[in-house]
């Protein structure tokens, strides 16, 4: 046997030899590695199972979760781990975390660490990891947890309340007679009668038609009573809060609210991170709880990308009396930091669990009975389910869509479902097997579309319908939006970074086969009709994470008057006014090329045509969420392109597991 499986928990010094091993091999970050040495430092008597632990618990904030679980971790120390890394196969000989750990119980290694000072338990204290059951935290992140639950438990503790005349108020909104349960409107009326409510639901169901609704109803509300109140809109990520920004702008103009009440409804949603002002290169805000934000009500989009310190930092410094919203799809993937906040939060958001005392008062503001298959009644201590809603009615995909069809399968963890929609072949969804990374077919999906469904050809072949070099401004302007937008009809999604389907290859083969075809020319870095998304915001630019350009080669004057051509790359504004912003390819210092982009970066976007990409082996990040993420991110063609087969009804069977204690902290 291997002599660091025999004394690996025995020898301290071994212990950090293997943990260098597995950092080499990219198993943990060198940032898990330094952990465990600085603890072994810290305390020369802590017991290897202590510095293991120390390694992990690092390892287990980079793959999103809060803590270690260690019933979990020793159920399947391999896969929990998230290890080996994507497109790595071990070594031969090396050693797995399933050989060092096998025959350990979680109370042999729960009690390996209790001695210690590095650990203390799950009270006030400076010690840096803490231990709560049979859970391991660092105590940044336990305080983290234990902040965000003691707010939103103080949140959901008051009664629901009235503001005046809300049954009146919410039939002005929506007036429109229904057979069934009108969910945004049980939304609206939980959400202005409480200061904190969640709204969740899949794309199409109305979320962002709720919220503007509610806040027409708490504005004019206010004013009536002479005291506007001042609303702010957030989202996680520059293209989330344009996304909003634009569909916002679009209704509140059709509002059946006064002139005064639209004028008093913001028209621009800002980041979060812009919201909070956070300090250069640190991790703190300008606003927090002793420096508050200046608001009386706070709409947060696309909830579910946030992370756990993300959130205990805006409810720090959110007002006591202000009212919070979140809304997100509970469904869709969780935040890429450790946490997930609107998952845990929502968890049982289907089954309703309304108290009969909530279920009254919704009668008595007009609402009529709850009536839904999935409804379970619910009790006076399940406070957290009487602030959430969920809406079910998608008016984007209907009952005979392939799309919808498909998202709904694969929400529900139903392979069979799902696949017996691949095989019908919905005019709206196409299966490709590919069976290998030269697979011609695979290129022609990818270039030139299938069924009616575009590929990347369609936005060069816009392109090279170039204007007369000396047509107006505005022509070029008009070529160039027109550019962009046949771009957004369609994108690759993949699941992985790395390997041969991981977006970095498949950005270089599309690259390449487009150059081929002569619709890209070969050249440097910097070529006309190179795609590029924003990897960080750059607000001197006014470029946000998530933005995308196209590189652009156009007639420019020199200081002489004498014409030449250079290259620019072009971006939308996304704030509702139809206008670019022109960068020149120098001043873009975080951008990548953006043929294809992962699953979780696609979040809080739509392409009219979209594939997603399955690699070639099971990996920890190909789950339900991954795969139903992507599938809602097409609005009327999907394409499901398979590298092996089998992999997709066994990633439709596997879920996201953030391991936390949030929602037992909350309680109800």
């Given at each position: 046997m291997n002599a660091v499986v025999m004394h690996g928990l025995e020898d301290r010094s071994a212990t950090l030899e293997l943990l260098a091993q597995w950092s080499t091999q990219d198993w943990l970050r060198p940032l898990d590695l330094a952990l465990a040495r600085f603890f072994a430092d810290l305390d020369p008597q802590a017991p290897p199972l202590l510095l293991l632990a120390a390694a992990l618990v690092s390892h287990q904030l980079g793959q999103g979760h809060v803590c270690l679980d260690f019933g979990s971790t020793l159920a399947n120390p391999d896969f929990a781990l998230s290890l080996p890394p994507e497109g790595q196969r071990p070594d031969p000989g090396t050693v797995m975390p399933s050989q060092l750990l096998a025959g350990i119980e979680a109370t042999q290694w729960l009690a390996a660490l209790t001695p210690s000072p590095l650990v203390g338990h799950a009270a006030p204290g400076s010690s840096p990891l803490v231990l709560a059951g049979q859970a391991l935290y660092l105590r940044r992140y336990w305080n983290y947890?234990?902040?965000?639950?003691?707010?939103?438990?103080?949140?959901?503790?008051?009664?629901?309340?009235?503001?005046?005349?809300?049954?009146?108020?919410?039939e002005t909104l929506f007036p429109e007679p229904t057979d069934t349960t009108d969910w945004q409107k049980i939304a609206c009326a939980l959400a202005a009668s409480g200061p904190f409510s969640l709204i969740t639901g899949g794309p199409g169901t109305g979320k962002t038609t709720t919220v503007v609704k509610l806040l027409a109803l708490l504005q004019q509300a206010a004013m009536d009573e002479g005291t506007p109140l001042r609303l702010s809109l957030a989202a996680p990520t520059g293209k989330a809060a344009a996304r909003l920004t634009e569909s916002i702008g679009a209704q509140v103009s059709q509002l059946p609210v006064t002139e005064a009440v639209r004028e008093r409804i913001p028209s621009e949603v800002t980041t979060v991170h812009r919201l909070l002002g956070r300090v250069p290169n640190s991790r703190r805000f300008r606003h927090h709880a002793g420096h508050k934000l200046s608001l009386d009500v706070l709409v947060v989009d696309e909830a579910s990308m946030i992370d756990l310190e993300m959130m205990f930092h805006l409810l720090a410094a959110l007002p006591d009396t202000a009212r919070l919203i979140l809304l997100g799809d509970k469904d869709q993937l969780a935040s890429v930091e450790a946490g997930a906040v609107l998952g845990?939060?929502?968890?049982?958001?289907?089954?309703?669990?309304?108290s009969p005392s909530t279920a009254d008062w919704l009668r008595r503001q007009g609402i009529g009975r709850l009536e839904d298959p999935a409804l379970q009644p619910g009790d006076e201590h399940q406070r957290l389910a009487q602030h959430t809603v969920m809406l079910r009615r998608s008016r984007r995909f209907g009952h005979d869509s392939g799309?919808?069809?498909?998202?709904?399968?694969?929400?529900?963890?139903?392979?069979?479902?799902?696949?017996?929609?691949?095989?019908?072949?919905?005019?709206?969804?196409?299966?490709?097997?590919?069976?290998?990374?030269?697979?011609?077919?695979?290129?022609?999906?990818?270039?030139?579309?299938?069924?009616?469904?575009?590929?990347?050809?369609?936005?060069?072949q816009r392109l090279h319908q170039r204007p007369a070099d000396d047509a107006e401004t505005g022509v070029w302007h008009a070529w160039a939006a027109d550019i962009l937008q046949a771009f957004e009809r369609f994108r690759l999604l993949t699941a992985v970074r790395k390997g041969p389907w991981?977006?970095?290859q498949m950005n270089l083969r599309i690259t390449q086969a487009l150059q081929r075809q002569g619709l890209l020319s070969a050249g440097p870095t910097w070529f006309e009709g190179r795609p590029v998304m924003v990897t960080r915001n750059d607000y001197s630019l006014g470029l946000m994470n998530g933005d995308v350009g196209i590189t652009l080669r156009l007639p420019l004057s020199d200081t002489d008057g004498q014409r030449r051509h250079g290259l620019r790359v072009v971006f939308p504004r996304n704030?509702?006014?139809?206008?670019?912003?022109?960068?020149?390819?120098?001043?873009?210092?975080?951008?990548e090329t953006v043929f294809a982009m992962t699953v979780h970066k696609s979040q809080g976007s739509e392409f009219a045509h979209t594939a997603l990409l399955l690699p070639d082996r099971?990996?920890?990040?190909?789950t339900?969420?991954?795969?139903?993420?992507?599938?809602?991110?097409?609005?009327?063609?999907?394409?499901?392109?398979?590298?092996?087969?089998?992999?997709?009804?066994?990633?439709?069977?596997?879920?996201?597991?953030?391991?936390?204690?949030?929602?037992?902290?909350?309680?109800?």
């Open positions: 947890e234990t902040g965000v639950a003691r707010q939103i438990a103080a949140r959901t503790s008051p009664a629901l309340h009235a503001p005046p005349r809300l049954a009146e108020r919410l845990d939060l929502c968890r049982d958001a289907e089954l309703g669990h309304y799309i919808g069809r498909l998202a709904r399968a694969v929400n529900a963890g139903d392979a069979v479902e799902a696949d017996a929609v691949l095989h019908e072949r919905p005019h709206d969804v196409l299966h490709l097997s590919c069976k290998g990374p030269d697979d011609p077919a695979l290129d022609r999906l990818l270039l030139d579309g299938q069924g009616g469904a575009a590929g990347y050809a369609a936005y060069l991981g977006v970095e704030d509702g006014s139809n206008a670019l912003r022109w960068v020149l390819p120098s001043r873009l210092g975080a951008v099971l990996s920890p990040v190909l339900r969420e991954l795969i139903y993420t992507g599938i809602t991110r097409a609005r009327t063609h999907f394409s499901l392109i398979e590298t092996r087969s089998g992999l997709f009804p066994q990633a439709v069977q596997r879920r996201v597991v953030r391991r936390s204690g949030l929602r037992a902290l909350i309680g109800g």
